[in-house]
């Protein structure tokens, strides 16, 4: 599994909301990536990280901020949750080309 | 035009027999070509990745890479119920550190 967990697996917030969703390897891998899953719109990557401090935005990343202060933990969160942000949320890392998914997150805001 | 199209399915197999999915891709640049499969509720699972024309086999999965024609494909021989699932195509282009996902097969097994 790559040794990736995200927390939490699950989290119901309202509108307007700040929200944070951590994303924790344990193998040391430089890239890292968060993608949001809807039906309809398949995997959408958000923002992607290539070094502590070092990230960049996908093609979804209005509403989204991230960090990435240790090479373990890669956070994103929702400045101000609205209803469109309600999604399974999955952080991903990089090991070559492949890409590796953590368990996901499932967010509902109401 | 869509970078990585999928036929969304569901695409019904019998079981034993062989499913066949397939997927195309927008940009004549793309090297590296990966099949995802995805239960209900669960995270995407890399199956196979393909980065040369052809064939590259992996137990009962055979995936086809033919770039003239952007075209990949995922084989599945002896299909068993457990392979019902959503089954992802995806393109690296490597241009950068990202990969393009299409939308994904729905696949179910008929017993």
């Known amino acids: 599994d790559a040794g990736i967990t995200q927390s939490p697996r699950h989290k119901v917030t309202e509108t307007g909301t700040p929200v944070t969703l951590r994303c924790h390897q344990t193998?040391?891998?430089?890239?890292m990536y968060w993608y949001r899953q809807d039906p309809g719109h398949g995997l959408r990557l958000i923002h992607y990280?290539?070094?502590?401090?070092?990230?960049d935005k996908g093609e979804v990343s209005d509403g989204y901020s991230v960090s990435r202060s240790k090479t373990e933990d890669f956070l994103l969160t929702l400045e101000s949750a609205t209803s469109s942000q309600t999604s399974v949320y999955f952080c991903?890392?990089?090991?070559?080309?492949?890409?590796?998914f953590g368990p996901g997150t499932r967010l509902t805001v109401t | 035009q869509k970078e990585v199209e999928q036929n969304s399915g569901p695409l019904s197999v019998p079981e034993g027999a062989i499913a066949s999915l397939n997927c195309t891709y927008s940009?004549?640049?793309?090297?590296?070509f990966f099949w995802y499969r995805q239960y209900s509720g669960k995270s995407p699972e890399l199956i196979m990745s393909?980065?040369?024309?052809g064939d590259k086999e992996d137990g009962r999965f055979t995936a086809q890479l033919n770039k003239a024609s952007q075209y990949v494909s995922l084989l599945i021989r002896d299909s068993q119920p457990s392979d019902s699932a959503t089954y992802l195509c995806?393109?690296?282009?490597?241009?950068?550190?990202?990969?393009?996902f299409g939308k994904g097969t729905r696949l179910h097994i008929l017993p």
């Open positions: 393909i980065y040369s024309n």
């Open positions: 991903a890392i990089s090991q070559g080309y492949e890409q590796y």
């Open positions: 940009d004549r640049v793309s090297q590296s």
């Open positions: 995806a393109v690296n282009r490597n241009r950068d550190d990202k990969i393009i």
């Open positions: 990280s290539y070094g502590v401090k070092d990230t």
């Open positions: 193998e040391n891998h430089r890239y």
